[in-house]
């Protein structure tokens, strides 16, 4: 049986020692999945990045980073093993250069220099910054700004890669790429996690969905069946995406499937029951 890459086990974390922010959080993540991880503002989202991070370390229970312990890692060696990309490019730029930026990373793992400029020239071929190598990274667009931290996270190759909330901020080309290129990773092999408020992005990217409610996990499934459970998500004020709301509207109108993630997917499921019907109707002429 295949083994997780990141194990959670009856992890709570504190704050101040008596400020609880997450309960008895058990969760598996499988190499190569793609994972949206969703709730309300104070749900416990941040904390658990942390704690996966090792930025924190679990008041009780353990987290494992391919079957090692965080608290047995430093923050330097999981970010080997984990990139993380924050909603904020900016707060991880600092180079003078883009190139400079992305092979900042390879660098303090001590390799040598034909290996770092590989690594580095690869990794901005991967997300498209290769014309803007000898570029200030700040100069850049905010959609840019950000392929540049996720080149930089690259360059390190990691096996998991989180993103929060990647699209920030961005105008809608600026989300398609950021997602296009995590969609792309995913692909590759790698497993991506991405925590974000927005549905119709995990609604049409994550095929598993967590939702956190208060420091406790309030479902894990198929993204399909978690958006389906409406009263459910009331408690943490979540609404599923609007596409997903109008299917389970019509469902009784035009006895379609409730779970449609997608606009195209409830266009082409609406279109063919129609067609349907309109079959049956020249049949009975």
């Known amino acids: 049986m295949q083994e997780p890459v990141i194990k959670i086990e009856n992890v709570d974390y504190y704050y101040h020692g008596n400020v609880k922010a997450l309960e008895n959080v058990n969760i598996n993540i499988y190499r190569n999945e793609i994972v949206g991880i969703i709730g309300q503002n104070g749900a416990g989202k941040t904390t ?8 924190l370390k679990p008041t009780r229970g353990r987290v494992l980073i391919d079957g090692i312990d965080t608290r047995k890692l430093s923050v330097a060696e999981l970010a080997v093993r984990e990139g993380f990309v924050l909603q904020n490019p900016d707060r991880q730029l600092f180079a003078d250069t883009v190139d400079k930026e992305v ?3 390879p660098q303090n793992l001590g390799l040598p ?3 770092i400029n590989i690594r580095a020239r690869e990794a901005m071929e991967a997300v ?6 000898t570029v200030y990274p700040l100069s850049l667009s905010k959609g840019d700004r950000a392929k540049v931290v996720i080149a930089s996270v690259l360059a390190m190759k990691p096996n998991i890669i989180i993103l929060d909330e990647p699209t920030t901020g961005q105008d809608y080309l600026g989300c398609m790429q950021i997602m296009q290129i995590a969609r792309k990773l995913h692909e590759q092999g790698h497993t991506i996690l991405i925590v974000t408020h927005n549905m119709s992005l995990v609604a049409e990217y994550t095929d ?3 939702v956190l409610c208060k420091g406790k996990v309030l479902l894990d499934g198929a993204t399909r069946y978690v958006f389906t459970q409406t009263e459910v998500l009331k408690e943490t004020y979540i609404i599923p995406p609007q596409v997903t709301q109008l299917a389970q509207r019509l469902r009784n109108k035009l006895d379609i499937s409730p779970k449609a993630l997608t606009v195209e997917e409830l266009g082409d499921e609406i ?4 067609n349907s019907r309109r079959k049956k109707k020249l049949v009975a002429q």
């Open 208 to 210: 598993r969905t967590i």
């Open 103 to 105: 092979a900042f990373g």
């Open 271 to 274: 279109i063919a029951k129609l």
């Open 48 to 55: 658990l990045l942390k704690n996966l991070l090792g930025l």
């Open 128 to 133: 498209g910054i290769e014309k803007f190598s």
């Open 113 to 115: 220099e034909e290996e």
